[in-house]
């Protein structure tokens, strides 16, 4: 469904846009650039991650937890992501120090729906790998989906929502100390 | 080792003098045998009621190694099955929870119930392909029923097991711990029970030994120096520091029953009510007339407060904020899957719902700030201990020995002030008992068996 009346070539401009935010933003975390990658969110932002169930076929639903409801991985606004940059920067993060070596990769990046107005938003769907490599054998590999929602402002595009929807079921990897 | 004798468990640890081989950290022989010895006898966490609330509603749960399901049965019986076929050993449920009127295996189609409208024992043989023309009636379907785990009990919603059915009762395998099992179980204004889980079960793998955890939650004040951190960024729900202001607590161990926490005496004199949650006035405002309510309710009976513990062996939990229960399945000697339950008064207010909630998943739990670091800390004493020459040195255990006295209004338990390792002694001297067999006799002494209230 769409709001918009923008043309193929301009949507295709849009799309390129969003998808060169999205490079911008894991190249941020990647080179441990935390504090120029909180300016690229919201105030508002919600930030969450829910965790999968393994349930019968027929209860599709049931297969992840809810959205301010339930437990998830994680459930983040704008004050505790800050915090979590800061803790990071103590130097005595003790598991991020040393820091860990992480690789953010973003694929298959769509515009589900654009919705013209003040401001603009768009919704985005796209996949996701991030491998984590730390100290000398430990390594991790997070696949998923992310649902984002980019809001246009006059400093260029923020992220206003992010819902990441990790491939696993038992966490394998023993914290999670990266963004998504 | 390839095998392990009494002999040698009893050189491997010396509570006495406070020092631990680090085999029992890393070796494989040891750790089948804490299967054998202590999860197959010992009274495990399976689960809350919570998880299962209607009939026919099952959780997929664990018992040290050995998976199992837990599920309501139509009748209202809260029951706990071996997870395996006994055809074959197919994991007959593959689900992590869900509701079923009866468990059918994948491999070949048997099928079991627990409605004891159709059965005499929950769990038997309902169904059989081929039964007629390739059993004829020499198959005997009560024989070849789920295993059934003989001991099951609901404490304050929690939901309990013990495989060996000469075990004693829950409640004397508790002892006066149940005081502060029952701070993290109880609603905050004092009446008993009232709790419920915040809907989904953390699980997450760590390459470490259970017992890092276990020890860890038993009374490890010590650490807290790690989560400096976490202090310098101020995530406490009152907006500073890593949680709010506490009174000091104390190591708290139960010597007879290996059961530890950092907590108060049970006193009758509550702290000061002190802002919790200040950035929002509604959940301040509950949380203050909760507090009044507590006291008016509890009067001068002994309650506790603040409190992180363990319950011998793998139950964990933090009863003041957050407000948590961690359990640490062993799946080899160097890993573990911990599973995170987060728990609320269940008649609070949507808001305060929510303030807990994101209280605890960014304090607990994988992504919580406080507990990543825990995580390494466990992960690299593990790794860095498995080395051939590692092993040969013990781990130190003597902070604080000799400073244990009796603990006041407590059954069996010493306190040995604030950083003290007594509790780890105790856990480690309790290990060993397990290990070294014993019948229940030996194993559970008679001063700590009487019911608790009978105490004060
Ligand atoms: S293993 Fe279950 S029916 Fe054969
Ligand atoms: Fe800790």
Redesign the interface.
Known sequence: MRTDRRTALERLFLQREIEEFLSVEAELLDARRFEDWLVLLAPDIRYWMPMMRNVHSARGTDESTREQADANWMDEGIETLTQRIRQLATGIHWAEEPVSRTTHMVSNVRLLDIRDGTPCEVDTSCRFLVYRNRQQDEADTFIGKRLDTLRQTEDGWRLARREIRLDQNVLLAKNLTTFF | MDTVSEQDLRRLVDADNGTVSREIFIDRAIFDREMARIFSRAWLFVGHEGLIPKPDDFFASRMGRDPVILTRNRQGEILVFLNSCTHRGMKLC?????NARAFTCPYHGWSFSTNRDIVDEPGELVGVPHFEAGYGDRLDRRRWGLVRCPNVTVYKGTIWANWDAGAPPFLDWLGDMRRYLDFALDHRDGRPGGSEV??????????TNWKFVAENFAGDMYHDI?H???D????GPGGKGRRDAQRPRLAIGFSALGHGVLGELPHTVEPEYAPTFASDPEVEAYYRRIYDDRVRNLGNQPRVTNSVGTIFPNMSFHSRQPRTILITHPISPTEV?LW???LVDADAPQPVK?AA??Y???YS???G?T???D???W??ATDSSAGAIARRHDFNYQLALGHAKPAPGLRGAVQSGTYSEENQRIFYRRWTQFMTGGDWSELMPQTTSVEADNAD
Not at chain 2, 232 to 235: L, Y
């Open positions: 593959r689900y992590d929870q869900g915040i809907g989904g079960v953390q699980k997450w793998r760590v390459k790690s400096r951190s976490v310098a960024v101020g995530i899957e995170r339950l987060y929510d909630r994101h605890y998943l960014r739990g994988p992504g700030m507990e990543a670091d995580m390494e800390n992960t690299y």
